[in-house]
């Protein structure tokens, strides 16, 4: 099954770029740019979820994953007097084996996926760009709005490659004037947490010198299993800002409020906040310049005592909008315990240059709970766990990436009371290479 899986797929990819490239030499107006990505990931995990096990009927406490991805697309190009008309679609071809996603929730051995990513259409001018159909779509750095698709496995075969990352369906409609852009969308999700629907705007400064403002606002129409119909976000956020004369310092912030109310869950109404501040230093020493990053994130949780909802959900961020883990703070707790909410987090990142397209990657991370309870589970302590991760990055402009990392997570006294005592370990890597004619 798995092997007539990819026959399939490597036949429609093998289609779409003969077409193109025929296609292209025939119409002097258009540009059409075919493309196939290719993923890889492959994890192995000891002590996992601290010696607790795998959250299946395995149990397991060691475990591997692999999990793959072909991704034919093709992008469109049609000029105009003073515009021109964009498209693209991308298909995903996806699996998992061996044990399927490390800790147990999502993924499982054998999952497969073949099934359209993007298809959109859009215009654009100078000043205006109107696009409708599956695309990406992100605010800022990804922090409440980046991915459209949760990549739990099942229909999507695969979750720590992310192959999937567009929005099911969406309009957006962009205006750019000089160093100012307003987006207004309308934002569907898959279907792995069931439809979520949202609508909302964003408006941005943006200055060469300073860096960006930003301010946004997003309302739920439709929810999911996380009962967020009705919620209403606005957030304020400021990227790549250097307020002073200090060569390779620059900050980035955000600050949400979530109001509103969880119509799918009786109309409680939420008193939610989320807000981080981090800060990045290119340090000048002549021949080597070192990247520091210091981090502090703070994501409410909910208190159990009150009628309302003060616990922060962190809605729809991203994975690898300004770097590796961007939004999953933590190869561990990020990815399998702590989903940016009810958290506290401190993020230590040292990044070192090995050549022009190589670099070593150092992280700390301290998590805490912001309230005592765990998925409403009530613990004794705040303090979550420790987590050093260190990883190899090679970036070339040929379209390749790749990451191999190893994480290692040590349980604190309210990750003892919820899972177990063990450390958590887990070798990774990540391959992706994606040709671009």
């Known amino acids: 099954m798995t092997r007539l899986f990819f026959v399939v797929i490597q036949v429609l990819a093998g289609f779409v770029v003969t077409t193109s490239y025929s296609t292209a030499n025939l119409i002097d107006d258009a540009k059409l740019d075919p493309s196939i990505q290719l993923l890889l990931g492959l994890q192995h995990g000891t002590g996992i979820n601290y010696g607790f096990g795998a959250i299946d009927s395995t149990d397991q406490k060691n475990r591997s994953t692999l999990s793959l991805a072909v991704k034919p697309g093709l992008k469109t190009q049609i000029n105009l007097p003073n515009s021109h008309i964009y498209s693209g679609v991308s298909l995903v071809a996806a699996t998992t084996s061996l044990d399927g996603e490390i800790s147990g929730q999502v993924a499982k051995s054998g999952d497969q996926a073949l099934d ?4 959109y259409i859009g215009w654009k001018n100078s000043v205006l760009d109107i696009s409708v159909g599956a695309q990406d779509f992100t605010i800022g750095d990804g922090f409440i709005i980046g991915d459209g698709n949760y990549n739990q496995g099942a229909e999507n075969g695969q979750y720590w490659i992310g192959a999937f990352s567009a929005w099911r369906n969406s309009f957006v409609v962009r205006l750019n004037f ?3 852009l307003t987006e ?5 999700t898959d279907n792995d947490f069931r439809d979520g629907r949202i609508v909302g705007a964003n408006f941005e400064y943006r200055d060469d010198r300073y860096g960006e403002l930003g301010i946004s606002t997003v309302h739920v129409l439709e929810g999911d299993a996380f009962n967020l119909r009705g919620m209403q976000a606005w957030s304020f956020r400021v990227a790549d800002f250097r307020p002073v004369r200090i060569k390779g310092l620059k900050f980035f912030g955000e600050w949400v409020l979530q109001k509103g109310v969880d119509d799918q869950a009786g109309g409680r109404k939420n008193a939610a906040f989320g807000w981080y501040i981090e800060n990045e230093y290119h340090v000048p020493l002549g021949f080597y310049t070192p990247i520091i990053n210091y981090r502090y994130s703070n994501l409410s949780g909910d208190d159990l005592e009150t009628e309302k909802n003060e616990g922060y959900r962190g809605l729809y961020y991203t994975i690898f909008k300004r770097g590796w883990d961007t939004w999953y703070q933590g190869e561990i707790a990020g990815e399998y315990h702590l989903f940016n909410s009810n958290q506290i987090t401190q993020m230590f990142k040292l990044k070192l240059p090995l050549s022009k397209t190589s670099f070593a990657v150092i992280y700390y991370y301290d998590h805490e709970l912001h309230e005592k309870h765990y998925v409403n589970r009530r613990v004794n302590s705040k303090k979550w766990s420790s987590e050093l991760n260190l990883g190899l990055e090679q970036i070339k402009s ?3 990436y790749g990451y191999f990392g190893v994480a290692l ?7 003892k009371e919820v899972f177990g005592n063990d450390d958590f370990f887990v070798v990774q890597t990540f391959l992706s290479y994606n040709f671009v004619r």
Do not use: M, N, V, Y
Not at 184 to 188: E, K, S, T, V
Not at 410 to 415: E, I, L, W
């Open 409 to 415: 997570s040590k349980p604190r006294s309210a990750a």
């Open 178 to 180: 000089k160093k100012f």
């Open 398 to 400: 040929s379209g390749f």
């Open 184 to 188: 207004l969308f309308w934002l569907r």
């Open 116 to 119: 359209f990513d993007h298809s």
